[in-house]
């Protein structure tokens, strides 16, 4: 079974400029999240999506910060524009509707903003 | 709000030695609680749970019991591998929020 997919794997940018990332979840899993993990911190939940629409974004910064999950299947998170306290990595996990606690992660992407 | 708390690391441990990672956690009522693991290179992946009191999650030697009355979900295993080094992260949802909350992640390193 193919695991959650995230690209890219590392990503550096200058302040102020725009980043994307995309993550193909588990073929099935109708329940998406986009997490962002500070270096020393677990994973703090941005977004959650089931099937295209949004569920839970009240920890999203969305003065810079957007996601879209179009057809319920792939998603992107967008960053624009990006300040250097946006260094993390970023990981994308997802489920099956109603077992939120088993979460497949993805690898991730790694930000540096310089 | 709910949040977790894990010792901070590294541990670093020789092979067959004894690990103990302590998480203790603050929630409204009876969450359920999680340690996933993140092994170098790799997504996080769920190692156990345990959803009431006194359950005890297991799996690959590792054991962790739901302690109620000290708010506490302890990871233990009996005889670390090299393989067992990576990062351990103890979890919690509350039914009602339907949110993982995370602890900082405790990193694990077992020297041969």
């Known amino acids: 079974e193919a695991g959650v997919a995230q690209s890219p794997r590392y990503k550096i940018i200058e302040k102020r400029q725009s980043v994307a990332f995309w993550c193909n979840p588990i073929?099935?899993?109708?329940?998406l999240y986009w997490y962002q993990q500070i270096l020393g911190q677990g994973p703090k939940l941005l977004i959650q999506f089931q099937n295209n629409g949004v569920v839970d974004d009240s920890q999203l910064p969305k003065d810079r910060f957007s996601a879209e999950r179009l057809k319920g299947v792939d998603s992107t998170l967008k960053i624009q524009p990006a300040k250097l306290e946006d260094s993390a990595v970023y990981l994308c996990?997802?489920?099956?509707?109603?077992?939120?606690?088993?979460?497949?992660f993805g690898p991730g992407t790694r930000l540096t903003v310089t | 709000g709910d949040s977790v708390t894990q010792m901070e690391g590294p541990v670093t441990l020789s092979e067959e030695a004894f690990l103990t990672i302590n998480c203790t956690y603050t929630a409204t009522g009876y969450p359920s609680l999680f340690w996933y693991v993140q092994y170098p290179g790799e997504g996080l992946q769920l190692l156990l749970k345990a959803t009431k009191a006194d359950d005890k999650g297991s799996n690959k030697g590792f054991e962790a019991t739901y302690r109620k009355e000290t708010t506490s979900f302890h990871l233990e295993k009996g005889s670390v591998q090299v393989s067992d080094s990576a990062v351990y992260f103890c979890?919690?949802?509350?039914?009602?929020?339907?949110?993982?909350?995370f602890g900082g992640g405790t990193r694990v390193l077992v020297k041969p």
């Open positions: 996990a997802s489920s099956f509707v109603g077992v939120t606690y088993e979460q497949y």
């Open positions: 979890a919690l949802i509350w039914a009602a929020g339907n949110k993982l909350t």
């Open positions: 073929s099935g899993h109708a329940t």
